[in-house]
Every structure is written in structure tokens, then in C-alpha cells.
């Protein structure tokens, strides 16, 4: 055996737990020396420096930490807390709740913060553990005596900050409702105080958003607004409200932008409103962007890209080109790899929209990020395609990588799509189908194959699988459009397709394509002055060349004959391939 070894082995052993103690001693003495002199908040006399560390108590530590490093916290715990309370030393208080949490012993925890907090009421440290131990605990309702004691000592000029912050405190409280309390108890100082008022406000309207209550937040939105138009917190407060589809939120967000340049909020709000599929006004934030930040490489990008949904080719490349000045003055390509594929990938969709493949496919040749194999191989079958060898495209599709479930079906449904563009929607039904038994809960999946189940004339099956996915979800607002809009462009249960396309509009209010579906019930009901009102606002809304049909056909009827031509060549410089378009054009004799 070798005796030396073994005793440097316990040696080291044994020396963790005295340099532990040896570090309290140290702090024991310097608070003998420097004994508080700040009075506690009721007003009474400090308490007592902590108690000398004569040698019973520098046993006691000494044990309980031997007691605790060699397999029994619970002992070890118990002696640390009391010699906390005998000494009333902080760092001690610290380390027994510390023992608890290593242990996973929330309660115990919890009991020696707050014994520290009651010797130390003034202890900021103190509170932070009683706090975030009570919301560890899911003890939510106890929170706001600490909460309000956190932000009152906050010093003044950060206190707003602060506040901000206290939503995220309770991110991962499951009980919402009870933070939302909380937070009110605890603020009701600061929501009357003129100089926090504005970030109270916000932060309970966030937690009141985060437990659906949409309503309560916005009038807490209303009532920041009040305390100071100008906090930065309630424009950013207002997007979320709006992403949750409160459009009465959006006003906040336009009366701040009309008197702060902020690029990020106007940002967020071009995001949102193309989530919203705003893109008209969407397109008018991105251009703001680039005239309050032109060298914001992000803003061109998207702005190229929306203007490439809109077919504005000519302004899509003129965006884009510079971005790719900016990000090659700035040597972005070579940091930014997924910024620069989006840019090369957006390049080769324009440059194949324009015909141009052989660019095409230079373009997506650039793209080095080995993440976006599969968009990349997705948009060469894409080419493939266009130049008739879809054999060859499938191929391509069904050689990538696929062996998770996930991957799989992605495979499928780029496949489904690339038969979708060459117009095989039967074969694409049938893929589809497989895709479908991969994920059979994915409500997506299921609304596509009802669109492809109408495309191949299974009418009965779409409408099921459509009343199956509105079962499911109720606020899927496609599947009620998709089915109201079935109905009305075949003429028959006009007053149920109304219905059913209204209820789609109470979930995506103003949605140009959902206002398109609306307005032909009304040209199918006779109703020709309220379908052209309803369509020259989608029309300004989204310029598209199906709306472009729709708009065309009404005008026409009425016998407004120019300006009928004129919104369908329009729509035909949009999308000269529309299918939707070119048949009412040759179902109504015109010729452009």
C-alpha cells in the first residue's frame, strides 16, 4: 500500500472543507470589523454585527461541510443554517440554501432564504433567492411582496428596465393567470407612478398576453400609451397583439413609427404585416427602411424578396443587387452564410422566373452552406422541370437524404409540389396520401390534399377532409375560405359559402385573398356593386392575377369594359400563366 499516496489523497480530501470555513472565518472577521450601519426598514436598530467565530461555531461550519461533501446534505444543511442564525451571516444563509438547491430540496431552500431575508430584510441578494425559489416552486401568489421589494430597490433611472424584465421571470410558470396577480399586487405603486407607469403597464400586458387574455392586454397597452406615448415597450407589445390577430393593436404601432425612427420596430412591424399578408403596406415599411438605413444589407433582402412575390422582377434585382454591394463592402459573405444562401437562392428563383435557367442554376451552384442541401436539389429540380425532364427532377428529389420520418416526408412533399408546377395533380394526390400517413395529425398536410382532391374532381372528399381539418382546429381559417370559396365559384350553397368565408375573416381580418373569396359570393348573390368595392380593396391590398380575374369579370359585367382590360393585362403582366385568369378571359370571348 503506499501510505504516502493515501495520506496526500485524505489530505486533499479533508483541505476542501477547512478552505471553505477558512474563507468564512475571513468574512466573519471583516463584518466584525465593518458592522452595518444603515437601520432596517420598520425603522428599528441594526442588527448586531454577526457573532464571533470562536471555535464552536467554526466546528459547526467545518462539519457541516465535511457532513455535506461526504454524502448527507440533509445533516450538513441543518448545520450550516444554524450556524447561519447564531452568526446572522449572509454568505452562510447563501450556502445552506445552496445546499438545498444542489439537493433538489426546494423547500429547504426556500426556508433558509427566507430566514436570511428576515435577518437581512434590506438583503437584495436575500430577496433574489426567496423569488426565484418561489417560482422554481410554482408558488406564484407569494411573489409579490419580493417582486414589489425588487423593484423598489431598483434605483430610480433603471427602474423601467427592470420592469421589463419581470415577464420573463415567469416564462415558464404554467399558471399564467396567477403571474398576471401577482405582478399586479406587486406593481401597484409602480403603474401610478408617472415615471414608471409606461413600463408597468407593458409588462403585465405581456403576462396578460401570455395567459390569452388579449383584451386585458390591450388595455393595459392603452393605459402605458397614457403614462408616455413615447415608450419604445408599447410599439413592441403592439406587434405581439397584432401577430395574435388584434388588429386594433396596429394603431399603437403606426403612431409610434410616425415619431421615432426606429429601424428594428419597423422592421418587426414589416414581418408582421407580411405574416398578415399585408403586402402592400408591408413593401411601403421595407422601403422606409432602406431610406432611414439604406445600409442595412437584412432590409434589401426581404424587400427583394417581396417584390419578387409581386413580380416586380425589374425592382427584385435592383434590391438585390444592393444588398450584394453592402454585404461585399462590408465582407459579409464570408460570416454570414445563411443570409448569403437566402440571397443566391432568391437570385436563381428571379432569374428563373425571368427564364433565364442556365442563371439559375449558377446561382444555386454558389450555395457552399451544406445545411441547405435540400432547398438547394428542391430548386435544381425545379429547372429540371421547366426544361421537361421531370423523370430526371423526381429522381433528383428522391436521391436526397431521407432517414428520419421528417426527412421523408419533406422528400415526399417537394416531389408533391414539383407535380403540383408541371400540372400532374393526379400523380401529386397520390403522393400526397403518403405523406399524409407519415404525420396523419398534421392539419397542413391534410388541407393540401383536400386542395389537390378538388383539382382532380374528388369535390365530396374535399369537402370532408376540409370539415375534418376546421374539426380539428377551429381558427384554421384557410380550410373555412378554401370551402366557402369551392362553393361559391361553383354557384351552389351561396348563403353557406358567406358564412363560412366570414367566419374565415373574423380570423385573418382584411386578408386580401379571403376578401377576393367573399366578394364572388357577392358577384354569385347578384350583389355586383359590393363584389367590385370588396375586390378593388384586395386588388390595392395584394396585386394578383387571380384577383386581377375576379375584379376584370365583375367590371365587365357592369359594363365598365376599359377598365376591365386594363386590370386584366395588369393581372396578366403579374402571373401570365394564371390559370384562374386566362380562363375567364377565354370563357368571356376577350381578347387583350
Known amino acids: 500500500m503506499d501510505y504516502y499516496g493515501s495520506m496526500e489523497h485524505t489530505h486533499r480530501f479533508r483541505m476542501i472543507p477547512v478552505v471553505v470555513a477558512l474563507s468564512f472565518a475571513t468574512a466573519f472577521g471583516g463584518a466584525q470589523a465593518n458592522p452595518p450601519a444603515s437601520p432596517t426598514s420598520n425603522g428599528s436598530n441594526p442588527p448586531p454585527p454577526n457573532a464571533k467565530l470562536d471555535g464552536n461555531l467554526f466546528y459547526e461550519i467545518l462539519l457541516g461541510e465535511v457532513t455535506t461533501r461526504t454524502g448527507d446534505p440533509g445533516a450538513g444543511y441543518a448545520l450550516i443554517l444554524d450556524a447561519a442564525r447564531r452568526s446572522r451571516s449572509e454568505q452562510l444563509y447563501q450556502r445552506a ?45 407569494e411573489t409579490a411582496g419580493p417582486l414589489r421589494q425588487f423593484s423598489e430597490q431598483a434605483p430610480l433611472p433603471n427602474r423601467a428596465g427592470i420592469l421589463s ?37 407593458i409588462s403585465l400586458g405581456r403576462l396578460q398576453l401570455a395567459a390569452d387574455d388579449k383584451a386585458g392586454s390591450l388595455q393595459s397597452l392603452a393605459k402605458s400609451k397614457a403614462m408616455d406615448p413615447a415608450y419604445e415597450g408599447q410599439a413592441r407589445l403592439a406587434l405581439e397583439l397584432m401577430d395574435e390577430g388584434i388588429s386594433a393593436a396596429e394603431p399603437f404601432v403606426q403612431q409610434y413609427l410616425e415619431k421615432h425612427s426606429n429601424t428594428e420596430i419597423r422592421m418587426l412591424y414589416a414581418r408582421v404585416l407580411l405574416s398578415r399578408s399585408n403586402f402592400s403596406a408591408a413593401s411601403d415599411q421595407l422601403t422606409k427602411v432602406t431610406q432611414e438605413k439604406p445600409d442595412m444589407p437584412e432590409a434589401w433582402l426581404l424587400l427583394a424578396s417581396l417584390q419578387t412575390q409581386n413580380q416586380e422582377m425589374q425592382r427584385a434585382q435592383g434590391s438585390l443587387r444592393k444588398f450584394f454591394e453592402l454585404t461585399d463592402a462590408a465582407g459579409e459573405a464570408q460570416r454570414n452564410q445563411r443570409l448569403m444562401t437566402q440571397a443566391y437562392a432568391l437570385a436563381a428563383q428571379i432569374s428563373e422566373k425571368q427564364g433565364d435557367l442556365e442563371a439559375a442554376r449558377s446561382w444555386l451552384d454558389r450555395i457552399e452552406n451544406a445545411g441547405e442541401i435540400f432547398s438547394v436539389q428542391r430548386q435544381r429540380a425545379s429547372l429540371l422541370a421547366k426544361q421537361g425532364q421531370i423523370s430526371e427532377a423526381r429522381t433528383l428529389l428522391r436521391n436526397l437524404p431521407g432517414s428520419t420520418a421528417d426527412e421523408r416526408r419533406l422528400k415526399l412533399l417537394a416531389e408533391v409540389q414539383l407535380l403540383k408546377d408541371s400540372g400532374e395533380n393526379e400523380q401529386a394526390y397520390g403522393l400526397q396520401s403518403e405523406a399524409i400517413a407519415l404525420t396523419p395529425e398534421d392539419n397542413d398536410l391534410v388541407y393540401d390534399q383536400a386542395m389537390l382532391a378538388e383539382k382532380t374532381g374528388r369535390l365530396d372528399e374535399m369537402e370532408t377532409l376540409l370539415r375534418q381539418v376546421i374539426a380539428r382546429q377551429p381558427d384554421y381559417h384557410h380550410a373555412y375560405n378554401a370551402l366557402g370559396y369551392s362553393f361559391a365559384d361553383r354557384g351552389v350553397r351561396l348563403e353557406e359559402a358567406k358564412r363560412l368565408i366570414q367566419k374565415a375573416l373574423e380570423f385573418a381580418p382584411e386578408d386580401p385573398f379571403i376578401t377576393d373569396s367573399l366578394a364572388w359570393v357577392e358577384f354569385r348573390l347578384g350583389n355586383k356593386a359590393e363584389a367590385a368595392r370588396l375586390l378593388r380593396f384586395a386588388f390595392a391590398k395584394k396585386p394578383d392575377s387571380e384577383i386581377a380575374a375576379h375584379l376584370g369579370e365583375v367590371l365587365w359585367s357592369q359594363g365598365n369594359t376599359s377598365e376591365a382590360k386594363a386590370i386584366w393585362q395588369e393581372g396578366l403582366r403579374l402571373n401570365p400563366n394564371n390559370s384562374t385568369l386566362r380562363d375567364t378571359l377565354k370563357r368571356l370571348g376577350v381578347s387583350l
Open 97 to 141: 440554501a445552496d445546499i438545498a438547491l444542489q439537493s433538489r430540496s426546494g423547500e429547504y431552500a426556500l426556508a433558509a432564504a427566507k430566514a436570511w431575508q428576515e435577518d437581512h430584510p434590506q438583503s437584495r441578494e436575500a430577496n433574489r433567492y426567496v423569488r426565484q425559489i418561489l417560482i422554481a416552486l410554482n408558488k406564484v401568489g
Open 165 to 201: 424584465a419581470v415577464p420573463q421571470m415567469y416564462g415558464r410558470i404554467a399558471d399564467k393567470a396567477a403571474a398576471v396577480s401577482a405582478v399586479k399586487e406587486a406593481f401597484k405603486g409602480e403603474l401610478e407612478n408617472r415615471s414608471t407607469g409606461a413600463a408597468a403597464w
